[in-house]
């Protein structure tokens, strides 16, 4: 049986927390200035959240969240991840406009500040850290080579998720609730019509067009990519697999 895509994102999390684990970050549980409505996933990340919905049943809370929370999403994205390497690596020229103003707390944030999905956050969150506190400086600090291992894993995932949902994770969440497999949720939404019109909001994820790495990164860049292909998932590589999709 082949592994699901669930069950390679989940690989890919573990390689990119073991290579991240020596870090000496400053963040720690109820620090939730990163946790912001601003954040992208894609069409399987979604699908891992959802499944850690129903384990953990919080089905009515989920949809209560998105239906009735105070969402404002100020700035959705204009182009995914691998869709703007595509165009640097052509020589085109790209605007992604200006970063929001406004970021708004994220819908699952508890009332201490801790996130009622972190088991199932995607890597738009898990990749959110900082060197320093950034609820005095206003400002989350990482060094240049960890924003290189961030933007590649995002292309990785992106990747493995390719034609499929990407853009806002409400969005996401609201358009995988107005599929088929998933009416358990959908039921608890008064408004069928929020769901549907997520679909409209969002983009499609694309395949893989190569890496944007510096000179001065691609040693530490490579290594990390490395382990990230070579790691085994049912006796084959992540590599492997992903190529023969």
Same mark, same amino acid.
Request: one cysteine or more; proline letters at 4%; glycine letters at 6%.
């Given at each position: 049986?082949?592994?699901?895509?669930?069950?390679?994102?989940?690989?890919?999390?573990?390689?990119? #927390?073991?290579?991240? &684990?020596?870090?000496?970050?400053?963040? !720690?549980?109820?620090?939730?200035?990163?946790? %912001?409505?601003?954040?992208?996933?894609?069409?399987?990340?979604?699908?891992?959240?959802?499944?850690?919905?129903?384990? /953990?049943?919080?089905?009515?809370?989920?949809?209560?969240?998105?239906?009735?929370?105070?969402?404002?999403?100020?700035?959705?994205?204009?182009?995914?991840?691998?869709?703007?390497?595509?165009?640097?690596?052509?020589?085109?020229?790209?605007?992604?406009?200006?970063?929001?103003? !406004?970021?708004?707390?994220?819908?699952?944030?508890?009332?201490?500040?801790? @996130?009622?999905?972190?088991?199932?956050?995607?890597?738009?969150? *898990? @990749?959110?850290?900082?060197? #320093? &506190? @950034?609820?005095?400086?206003?400002?989350?600090?990482?060094?240049?080579?960890?924003?290189?291992?961030?933007?590649? %894993?995002? !292309?990785?995932?992106? /990747?493995?998720?390719?034609?499929?949902?990407?853009?806002?994770?409400?969005?996401?969440?609201?358009?995988?609730?107005?599929?088929?497999?998933?009416?358990?949720?959908?039921?608890?939404? /008064?408004?069928?019509?929020?769901?549907?019109?997520?679909?409209? *909001?969002?983009? *499609?994820?694309?395949?893989?067009?190569?890496?944007?790495?510096?000179?001065?990164?691609?040693?530490?860049?490579?290594?990390?990519?490395?382990?990230?292909?070579?790691?085994?998932? !049912?006796?084959?590589?992540?590599?492997?697999?992903?190529?023969?999709?």
């Amino acid at each position: 049986m082949k592994p699901d895509k669930k069950e390679l994102l989940q690989a890919i999390f573990e390689v990119y #927390e073991e290579w991240t &684990d020596n870090k000496k970050f400053a963040c !720690q549980e109820g620090c939730a200035a990163c946790c %912001t409505q601003n954040v992208t996933m894609t069409a399987v990340e979604g699908e891992l959240l959802l499944q850690h919905i129903r384990e /953990h049943k919080l089905e009515k809370w989920f949809a209560d969240r998105l239906q009735n929370g105070n969402r404002e999403i100020t700035k959705r994205p204009v182009m995914t991840h691998n869709a703007f390497a595509r165009n640097c690596l052509k020589g085109v020229e790209t605007n992604m406009g200006d970063p929001p103003r !406004q970021q708004k707390a994220c819908l699952f944030l508890a009332e201490d500040n801790s @996130c009622k999905v972190y088991g199932a956050r995607p890597f738009g969150c *898990r @990749c959110f850290s900082s060197l #320093e &506190d @950034c609820r005095t400086s206003g400002i989350a600090k990482q060094p240049d080579e960890l924003l290189a291992i961030n933007t590649v %894993t995002m !292309q990785v995932i992106e /990747h493995l998720g390719q034609k499929e949902f990407w853009g806002n994770i409400y969005d996401v969440l609201l358009a995988l609730c107005s599929l088929t497999g998933n009416n358990d949720i959908a039921g608890l939404f /008064h408004k069928k019509s929020q769901l549907t019109a997520a679909n409209t *909001r969002l983009l *499609r994820a694309e395949p893989l067009p190569g890496f944007l790495i510096m000179p001065e990164e691609q040693e530490n860049v490579g290594e990390y990519l490395e382990a990230l292909f070579k790691k085994e998932i !049912q006796g084959k590589s992540l590599e492997h697999i992903l190529n023969n999709k």
